[in-house]
Nanobody, 121 residues
Framework: QVQLVESGGGLVQPGGSLRLSCAASGFTFSNYAMSWYRQAPGQERELVATITTAGGSTNYLDSVKGRFTISRDNAKNTVYLQMNSLKPEDTAVYYC??????????????WGQGTQVTVSS
């Protein structure tokens, strides 16, 4: 049974930090690129950060560059999102996504259930 379980969300003041974790099970984690998305109320889900299978390459949404860091531990089947200097506009439900791409075939993707991050004084 495939599972992606996010944790680490919560309420934090502007300028504060949070570390999100996403624990994976039921599939070969090291074969999947991992991403963090977020969705604020009334807005579309947006891609925040992506990391390749071995962690050698990362990409970020422009508005979080320099503040957020995505990382993964393939031995623990876990992906992380370290969020520093948080702003009220970072408030959203954060989701992790696992994706496996094979050339010529539709990608396989799994989603977590989400964790709420609220940045407010």
């Amino acid at each position: 049974q495939v599972q992606l379980v996010e944790s680490g969300g919560g309420l934090v003041q502007p300028g504060g930090s949070l570390r999100l974790s996403c624990a994976a099970s039921g599939f070969t984690f090291s074969n999947y690129a991992m991403s963090w998305y977020r969705q604020a109320p009334g807005q579309e889900r947006e891609l925040v950060a992506t990391i390749t299978t071995a962690g050698g390459s990362t990409n970020y949404l422009d508005s979080v560059k320099g503040r957020f860091t995505i990382s993964r531990d393939n031995a623990k089947n876990t992906v992380y999102l370290q969020m520093n200097s948080l702003k009220p506009e970072d408030t959203a439900v954060y989701y992790c996504k696992a994706e496996y791409k094979v050339w010529g075939k539709l990608p396989i993707a799994y989603w977590g259930q989400g964790t709420q991050v609220t940045v407010s004084s």
